[in-house]
Nanobody, 113 residues
Framework: VQLQASGGGSVQAGGSLRLSCTAS???????MGWFRQAPGKTRELVAT???????RYAESVKGRFTISRGHAKNPVYLQMNNLEPADTAVYYC?????????WGQGTQVTVSS
């Protein structure tokens, strides 16, 4: 199983980016999420969404980020608006299927002030 996050880049504060996750299998019926890890910090949850569309967000991104579901091998997206320097991190997509958790290659997001 392979997951690959893409869409990262460098933006100024207040800018927007849209992250995509590509999967080698169909995760459309599974819990998907986005996590991030900043330098020197532990990986933290950004947002998750079940196949029922129920979303959960970290407090720090509520109102700015939106997680959405795609289809089959593009199962999840993350729209990030009004980005802040504190959002700078490597972002990873994540999938849960039964007892298994899958992590993808991350994508770097850098926000300058």
């Amino acid at each position: 199983v392979q997951l690959q996050a893409s869409g990262g880049g460098s933006v100024q504060a207040g800018g927007s980016l849209r992250l995509s996750c590509t999967a080698s299998e169909d995760f459309s019926q599974n819990l998907m999420g986005w996590f991030r890890q900043a330098p020197g910090k532990t990986r933290e949850l950004v947002a998750t969404m079940g196949s029922d569309g129920n979303a959960r967000y970290a407090e720090s991104v509520k109102g700015r980020f939106t997680i959405s579901r795609g289809h089959a091998k593009n199962p999840v997206y993350l729209q990030m608006n009004n980005l802040e320097p504190a959002d700078t991190a490597v972002y990873y997509c994540n999938a849960r299927r039964l007892v298994n958790i899958y992590w993808g290659q991350g994508t770097q997001v850098t926000v300058s002030s």
